[in-house]
């Protein structure tokens, strides 16, 4: 049986799972979720990334969302809305709310979210062994400018003073806020200046996470953002070096297709760490120390010379994610691609 491991991030990393389970029913699949994204909100532990993934495997995403569940209500939300409680830009739902109640009374009782999490997917089967990069506690941050913050879209309560640390007339008018509220409230609409995964340099990869990438027979970087996704899970010691050690194909596949993301705003976290949203420059950002071979959309089959140039193997076919079909044979393309760079 395969051995595959998969970084994954949310929406893109769940639907290209889903591909890959289609593709290679039989494989044992170990999927190492970004925690970056993580967030406390009403005192509760909620991990969108996490939960994106087991939804999305387990039956219960709504699908055209591509995040919360299915046949949802927003009671909760509203009640707290009344009581003028916030933030209302971070729209959880009720069924959504009972899993974070969950989580957050296993981690109160002690138990780490490795271990939460294995409960969690008890109840959904995903049908892969899912596991958070660390159990500790990292929360991707962002860094703006306050002067942009006030008159970004989605601003009102809880919006930026326009002052950060040392802000003023003449000060520093910068702040950092969670990628959350860069993302969600903010829709990436001012610019990102840093990405920061504060409390990566000093977290430990969680339990299984170092044993799953030596056992593995292939690596995978689904199409997921690679900075506040994948990046943030190889900011974690000991995890890049790992892969780079693995002594396996390491193959990922592009998220850039005809120089735009094909989902969300990665353009704007990859210009706040210089690299061009374009799919070699993403290849060549993660680096042949860590891929072996990268896959990019037909339509930026002109980039493929340059990302060999780089020393990474690089192939052109269609990346849309256009149903479960189209993207398990995206993951056959990945896996005969990393056949090929293991031969």
Excluded at 63 to 82: C, H, I, N, P, Y
Excluded at 176 to 186: G, M, S, T
Excluded at 254 to 261: E, K, L, N, Q
Excluded at 306 to 312: K, L, T, W
Aim: net charge negative.
């Amino acid at each position: 049986m395969e051995r595959i491991v998969v970084l994954a991030g949310g929406i893109g990393g769940a639907r290209f799972l889903r591909g890959l389970k289609a593709a290679v029913p039989d494989a044992d699949v170990t999927v190492v979720g970004n925690t970056g994204d993580d967030i406390h909100l009403f005192g509760l532990k909620v991990c969108p990334d996490l939960d994106t993934v087991m939804y999305t495997l387990g039956g219960g995403i709504n699908e055209e969302q591509g995040w919360g569940r299915a046949d949802e209500s927003f009671t909760v939300k509203e009640e707290l809305a009344a009581y003028g409680v916030g933030p209302e830009w971070f729209g959880l739902g009720d069924r959504d709310f009972a899993t974070h109640i969950v989580r957050t009374q296993m981690m109160s009782a002690g138990y780490p979210l490795s271990a939460v999490t294995e409960a969690l997917c008890a109840r959904w089967q995903p049908g892969v062994r899912l596991l958070p990069m660390t159990d500790d506690r990292v929360e991707t941050h962002v860094l703006i400018d306050t002067a942009e913050l006030d008159e970004s879209p989605g601003n009102g309560a809880g919006g930026g003073s326009g002052h950060g640390p040392g802000g003023g007339p003449g000060g520093d008018r910068r702040k950092a806020v969670h990628f959350q509220e860069y993302w969600v409230r903010l829709r990436a609409s001012v610019e990102a200046h840093a990405v920061v995964p504060v409390g990566a340099e000093s977290a430990k990869p969680a339990p299984g996470v170092l044993d799953a990438i030596a056992d593995a027979d292939v690596i995978l970087f689904p199409p997921s953002n690679p900075v506040v996704s994948v990046g943030t899970i190889l900011a974690v010691p000991g995890i890049r070096e790992a892969i780079a050690d693995a002594g396996v194909p390491v193959v990922g596949l592009s998220p850039i297709v005809g120089d735009a993301p094909v989902h969300g705003m990665a353009d704007k976290v990859l210009s706040a760490i210089g690299v061009e949203s374009t799919a070699a420059a993403v290849a060549q950002h993660y680096g042949s120390g860590l891929l072996d071979g990268w896959l990019v959309d037909t339509v930026d089959a002109g980039s493929a010379q340059a990302v060999e140039d780089a020393g990474i193997r690089c192939r052109a076919v269609p990346l849309m994610m256009n149903g479960t079909e189209a993207t398990a044979q995206m993951a056959r393309e990945a896996l005969a691609l990393a056949e090929e760079v293991g031969a």
